[in-house]
């Protein structure tokens, strides 16, 4: 069974440019999770989604950042415009279900310059 | 709120010897579960061990076990006979039910097995 996949692995763009990353969940999985990690900080989480609907997204820095799921597979986020302090590790995870008990599988990220 | 203490930055460990990286968590919440993450050089964050709140026993992977002791909210990740392949960063990570369906990761330990 293929685990979650990220594209890109590593991007590195201007101040001001767009970077959209791409994330694709186990295959079954309802539930998509974006988390950020920023250098020397804890890995953070941005916004859940259930299918395609966003359940929760309190954890969304500004709105230059939008995150989408159509159809309920893969899931896009978009930085535009980019900003230095938007530099990271960007994970994306998913699981079947939302019970707390559930393990969240996370894909192997992607790191983000902006420069 | 719910937060995790990782105050371990790095640990070194000889091959073939255990290690424990300590973990302490703090919740209102009566049910959670707390997982630990591997993140080898690679990137990719590789999910180890589960612990329930109410789970009598503690739990055992292979040579990963937790060591839960509720009361003192402490979840130490034991690693039995390190190989060097552990060398990796280590995150404890909890779910509750008040947090939503977010995982509040800890800033993570570094080990290093040495020859």
């Known amino acids: 069974e293929a685990g979650v996949t990220q594209f890109p692995s590593h991007s590195v763009i201007e101040k001001g440019q767009t970077v959209t990353l791409r994330c694709d969940p186990i295959?079954?999985?309802?539930?998509l999770y974006w988390y950020r990690r920023v250098m020397g900080k804890e890995i953070k989480f941005l916004l859940h989604?259930?299918?395609?609907?966003?359940?929760?997204e309190s954890g969304m820095p500004n709105n230059r950042f939008l995150a989408e799921r159509t159809g309920g597979t893969y899931s896009t986020l978009k930085v535009q415009p980019a900003e230095l302090e938007d530099s990271g590790v960007y994970f994306c995870?998913?699981?079947?279900?939302?019970?707390?008990?559930?393990?969240?599988?996370f894909g192997p990220g992607t790191r983000l310059t902006v420069l | 709120a719910q937060k995790i203490t990782q105050t371990q930055p790095g640990m070194f460990v000889q091959e073939k010897e255990a290690v424990t990286l300590d973990c302490t968590y703090d919740?209102?919440?009566?049910?959670?579960?707390l997982f630990w993450y591997k993140q080898p050089s690679s990137g990719e964050m590789i999910f180890l061990i589960y612990?329930?709140?109410?789970?009598?026993q503690n739990a055992t992977e292979g040579r990963y076990s937790l060591n839960f002791q509720k009361a003192r909210k402490s979840a130490n990740l034991v690693i039995s006979a390190s190989q060097l392949g552990d060398s990796a960063m280590y995150f404890c990570?909890?779910?509750?039910?008040?947090?939503?369906?977010?995982?509040?990761f800890g800033a993570g330990t570094r080990l290093f097995v040495k020859a």
């Open positions: 612990q329930g709140s109410y789970d009598q």
């Open positions: 295959s079954g999985h309802d539930n």
């Open positions: 919740t209102s919440d009566p049910s959670y579960g």
């Open positions: 989604f259930v299918k395609e609907s966003k359940q929760d």
């Open positions: 990570a909890m779910r509750g039910m008040t947090g939503g369906f977010k995982t509040i």
């Open positions: 995870a998913s699981s079947p279900d939302r019970a707390f008990t559930d393990t969240q599988y």
